[in-house]
């Protein structure tokens, strides 16, 4: 069975740190690309950051350059979605999500066919 299971969320003061994990099983994804997305509550789920697995090329939106970095370690099968500086606004279930996107809709959620079920991220002002 296909599984991404996201790990690494919790409490966090405003301007700390977290990395995320997510923990890719059942198959391997070298023509994938991995993608970070978040949902506060009465939001859409937004893009976050994504790594096209075979270069390792990562692609940000505009609030994470600078802040998030997602890397990959293919012998572990993982991404990573290290977050610094984070802000009460950054506040959200993350998820990560597998999809065989070839071109350049990697921040659209209807690219991604595998979904994890998300891990809570919350920030103290």
């Known amino acids: 069975q296909v599984q991404l299971a ?3 969320g919790g409490l966090v003061q405003a301007g700390g740190s977290l990395r995320l994990s997510c923990v890719a099983s059942g198959r391997t994804f070298g023509r994938y690309v991995l993608g970070w997305f978040r949902q506060a509550p009465g939001k859409e789920r937004e893009f976050v950051g994504a790594i096209r697995w075979s270069s390792a090329i990562t692609y940000y ?3 994470a350059k600078g802040r998030f970095t997602i890397s990959r370690d293919s012998a572990k099968n993982t991404v990573y979605l290290q977050m610094n500086s984070l802000k009460p606004d950054d506040a959200a279930v993350y998820h990560c999500a597998a999809g065989p ?4 809709t990697y921040y659209y959620t209807g690219s991604y066919d595998l979904w994890g079920q998300g891990t809570q991220v919350t920030v103290s002002s």
């Open 6 to 8: 996201e790990s690494g």
């Open 61 to 63: 939106a505009d609030f």
């Open 101 to 104: 996107i070839s071109s350049g």
